[in-house]
């Protein structure tokens, strides 16, 4: 789970590989909420922006219920949510010195007319409540308190008409404590609605003409609306203020009043004041007048008790604090490849993989403090090939200092920006040059797999700066790589990456060169263009070389591991001249379409390109055909809800076509879930294969795949899974080519493999 996973109300994510080269990513939340997928520079990397202030609510639930939406998202482009009646899960049982309370909303959000509609419970304190969470602070409004659930409920149905979003929550003794001092100020009694107010005709100095298109404008509001839902109110600040220069126009009123909102949201509360103040003198009897009077009120109407608080609380969160959570599993695997009556099955894999994944947080007065850690151990039970391996993917410490505004992260690690080709061992350091300017820098030994260990005649150093929101929309980065290997360069690269980004528009391109071979190693742009709400067009187009070109290829093949071995047959300049023969050029390239078909079906449709070139012979190592081109037609269909709440459903098709080789694809994957904990995973894919290029001759072959999962869990720190799937093959052969392996023609394959295991959470 992500650090900011307990923000966004994200409770559950899994990441599922289906037929082919697709995947599926289900999120799943505790509360409704608003939310968007981009791409990035990071290729490996997608980024879900989660807004959980939003009118978007699940079915009323029955009084101690509460209601749970879950959003599965597809590939890359790719996202349905799970809309209609919200499954229900019950409330825990309040600690004996809690009482029930109402969230009412967020106190800049109240309105004229909502807040006089709660002059009528006066029997009950409505208050400002403090929140931060992941350095994140806003104030809410509640209403409280209640001993029953009966009682709140009640409550809570006369007040959804002004409040839809009000939800049951629970407040400890401390809070109660501070409620009476935080009490909402009542409205005098001469207050009236805006339309009743007296104009108030201010002058305001803007320029004389418009010096800036409708279109831009229009655009520069969509980029200040983006960025304070990433909360980066820096930008949204500078964006509104460049607006407000331009004169005239339906964008100063709402430009106006949320810059108000950038800065109080930013800290600058006198600013704030002032530019809720501007907007009232310029737009005193707008639509929105009375809502910008309540967050003027919000800022000056707590009693200085409250605020007094509210600074002390904000002092406190600075204060040491510490967190640790993470998780511990087993799993057993098995896998077993079935023969012929008359001949033993073969044991493929009869291993426990045992984990442990852990996070210790320390947030600091001015230093946070990061440790992770995950390792495994892979124990084989097959005493006569035993192959038994410590795995350790991450072992790291992240120091970061809010004051100066560096990060460093120090040990096992895994990056693939700034020219880094994945898991490492060494530092990275991070200086924050300007608000948008990062430089970086970085040091150490690559590791090729988890189960490896570093060799000081391997390492690496390079050096990367990162700018972001240049001109608004554009994102630049630029690296240098150095990479040694046993005394002689092993990798020696220079790259660059550009990102535009707009609310529909997202466009990546990377270049990563290698000065020393004059070779590209990666040229890439992709992109996806959000055309409407229910309609995204996404594409992408790649060239270079695969494997990435370096000195340590020329091993490939070879009967010895280290480049030193290497060089005790061959010279530098020969070696070097190996890893080139055994390195490929590639081309590819994709296109797809994803578009929602009703609330809850969805459309995901692609077509793609691959062709890598040939290798030479040299080193004693024959050198490989080119592929030739290779198509991809796939789609399928995702459906959310289909027959009960939070289930899915995907109905999928795959054709490949190569100079060698056609087979076609067709899936059904299904996740059902019962009760509160249990889900079910159904799949079964079944594939037609023609080949015309084997070592017996043509063949034409059927593939069933089914595959059960079952998972179940339990307090949401206990989880059970099962899974059993198999294979079953028919390959058919041209008999004018007989071969002992097939003498009828024909040659039947099966296996099945099964995984059984445990996982808990903790923290």
């Known amino acids: 789970r992500p650090q900011g996973s307990r923000m966004a109300n994200l409770s559950i994510i899994e990441f599922d590989s289906l037929p082919g080269n697709q995947a599926t990513v289900t999120m799943r939340f505790d509360k409704p909420v608003e939310f968007d997928v981009r791409q990035s520079a990071n290729l490996y990397m997608l980024t879900v922006i989660v807004t959980t202030d939003t009118t978007m609510v699940a079915t009323e639930p029955p009084p101690d219920l509460t209601p749970d939406v879950s959003a599965p998202v597809t590939g890359a482009a790719a996202i349905a949510t799970a809309r209609g009646e919200s499954r229900r899960v019950r409330q825990p049982d309040p600690d004996p010195a809690e009482k029930f309370v109402i969230r009412l909303a967020d106190l800049e959000a109240v309105a004229f007319e909502s807040r006089r509609f709660l002059e009528q419970f006066d029997e009950y304190v409505v208050y400002s409540n403090e929140v931060t969470l992941d350095q994140r602070h806003w104030t809410e409004l509640r209403l409280g308190f209640f001993e029953t659930e009966q009682d709140v409920h009640e409550v809570l149905a006369q007040l959804k008409a002004h409040f839809p979003a009000a939800w049951v929550s629970l407040a400890g003794r401390d809070e109660q404590l501070r409620a009476e001092n935080r009490r909402l100020p009542m409205l005098p009694p ?118 007094m608080a509210a600074r002390a609380e904000s002092a406190d969160a600075r204060q040491p604090q510490w967190d640790f959570y993470g998780g511990v599993s087993q799993f057993y695997l098995r896998g077993v490849d079935l023969t012929s009556d008359d001949e033993a099955d073969v044991l493929a894999q009869s291993a426990l993989l045992s984990q442990a994944d852990f996070v210790v947080k320390r947030r600091g007065e001015r230093f946070d403090l990061v440790a992770r850690g995950n390792l495994s151990f892979l124990y084989d039970f097959d005493e006569d090939d035993q192959e038994s391996q410590a795995l350790v993917s991450y072992a790291y410490l992240d120091i970061t200092d809010n004051d100066l505004d560096w990060n460093a992260r120090l040990g096992r690690q895994t990056r693939h920006r700034g020219g880094h080709l994945g898991r490492f061992d060494g530092a990275h350091v991070s200086y924050g040059l300007l608000d948008n300017v990062a430089v970086n820098v970085s040091a ?75 070779v590209l190693n990666l040229g890439l742009i992709t992109g996806s263009w959000r055309f409407n709400d229910r309609i995204t067009v996404n594409g992408r187009y790649q060239g270079g070389t695969t494997p990435f070109l370096t000195t340590r290829n020329a091993l490939i093949g070879q009967p010895v591991r280290t480049i030193d071995a290497l060089l005790d047959t061959y010279t530098e300049s020969q070696i070097r001249t190996l890893a080139r023969n055994r390195t490929a050029q590639t081309l590819s390239g994709s296109a797809g379409v994803t578009a929602d078909i009703t609330e809850r079906w969805q459309i995901n449709a692609d077509f793609s390109y691959y062709e890598h070139g040939y290798t030479l012979s040299s080193g004693g190592v024959e050198g490989m055909r080119a592929s030739g081109p290779q198509y991809i037609v796939s789609g399928h269909l995702l459906g959310s809800s289909v027959v009960k709440a939070g289930d899915a459903m995907i109905l999928g098709y795959r054709h490949f076509e190569s100079r060698d080789t056609d087979y076609n694809t067709i899936y059904l994957d299904a996740r059902l879930p019962f009760g509160e904990g249990l889900r079910i995973n159904p799949r079964i894919a079944l594939t037609s294969r023609a080949s015309n290029r084997s070592s017996i001759g043509p063949s034409d072959e059927w593939i069933a795949n089914p595959m059960l999962r079952v998972l179940y869990r339990w307090r949401q720190r206990y989880r059970i899974e099962f899974e059993i799937g198999g294979q079953w093959a028919n390959k058919e052969f041209d008999l004018a080519n007989p071969s002992p392996l097939a003498p009828d023609g024909s040659f039947e394959s099966s296996a099945y493999y099964m995984r059984l295991g445990y996982w808990v959470d903790f923290r």
């Not at 009743?196 to 010096?211: D, F, G, I, T």
Request: aromatic share 10%; net charge negative.
């Open 190 to 307: 001469d207050s009236v609605p805006e339309s009743q107010e007296p104009v108030v005709v201010a002058s305001q100095n803007v320029r004389a003409e418009a010096s800036m298109p409708e279109e831009r404008i229009t655009s520069l509001m969509i980029d200040a609306r983006a960025a304070m839902l990433q909360a980066d109110y820096a930008q949204s600040i500078r964006i509104y203020s460049r607006l407000l220069e331009e004169p005239g126009g339906t964008h100063r009123r709402e430009a106006r009043e949320f810059l108000g909102v950038a800065r109080q949201k930013n800290g600058q509360v006198a600013h704030a004041k002032a530019e809720f103040e501007a907007y009232l003198q310029e737009f005193p009897d707008g639509t929105n007048a009375n809502r910008v009077r309540q967050r003027l009120a919000a800022l000056s109407d707590i009693p200085l008790q409250a605020r």
């Open 444 to 518: 150490g030994f690559p590791i090729d797999s988890p189960r490896f260990v570093a060799t000081l005649d391997h390492y690496f150093y390079g050096a990367s700066v990162e700018v972001s929101n240049l001109y608004d929309s554009w994102d630049f980065g630029a690296f240098t790589n150095f990479r040694n290997v046993d005394g002689i360069s092993d990798r020696q690269a220079v790259g660059a990456d550009l990102q535009y980004h707009t609310s529909k528009f997202n466009v990546v391109g990377l270049v990563d060169y290698d000065v020393s071979y004059n």
